[in-house]
């Protein structure tokens, strides 16, 4: 129990770190020759890197047999979220300076920010609704909406696939991942539905 507590304090910090290197970078005027672009980027991809990870640490249970590693995966969702926000904010403060008829303009219109807004507002019911309070109050409903943290990923690359002008090759590597994460939720709900394979109690939520 202790070395798993020391192990969760090494990725929260691990997960915090980019964030703080950051606000150090803003600090000392090393952001580029463009800071608003860099500061999106990096959180955007901050975001969706610790998503991703969410995502693996089912599969990475499975496969070890470390069952503890579930209790990480709502600190890296709410990471991931933390994340967003951030790129949100820099979009909506430092690039938009709170014109939000602008904001709403570019939902509307703009297919990349449209979809990575949509991305948002997933992640932002997931965090709300990622309490224990929350899940007594949806039952298995709470099961099925947090399904839907696949398609904000999935609408997180597909943000990101549209954002970039020539380099694709970041956002289809994330595209892999998320692809192969999938097919081993798509595996294991398979050997789910056999008789004998899964033991009573597992684990299945996404």
Do not use: C
Not at 54 to 62: E, F, H, I, K
Request: charged share 15%.
């Amino acid at each position: 129990m202790r070395g798993f507590r020391l192990f969760k304090v090494m990725v929260f910090v691990l997960a915090a770190t980019p964030a703080v290197l950051l606000a150090v970078d803003a600090v000392r005027g090393n952001l580029t020759a463009d800071p608003i672009e860099e500061i999106t980027h990096r959180t955007g991809w901050w975001a969706l890197t610790l998503l991703m990870a969410t995502l693996a640490v089912t599969p990475l249970r499975r496969l070890t047999g470390w069952n503890q590693l579930i209790r990480l995966r709502r600190m890296l969702g709410l990471f991931a979220f933390s994340y967003a926000v951030l790129h949100l904010l820099t979009y909506v403060v430092l690039d938009l300076f709170f014109a939000f008829d602008i904001l709403l303009e570019d939902v509307a219109k703009r297919p990349y920010i449209t979809v990575g807004f949509t991305a948002f507002m997933i992640l932002l019911a997931l965090a709300i609704t990622s309490t224990k309070g929350w899940i007594r109050r949806l039952g298995p409903r709470w099961q099925r909406l947090h399904r839907l943290v696949y398609v904000a990923a999935l609408l997180g690359v597909v943000h990101f696939y549209w954002q970039v002008k020539a380099d694709t090759r970041e956002p289809l590597i994330f595209a892999g991942v998320l692809l192969a994460l999938f097919v081993a939720r798509l595996r294991w709900r398979g050997r789910r539905g056999r008789p004998n394979q899964v033991p009573a109690g597992s684990v299945t939520a996404a």
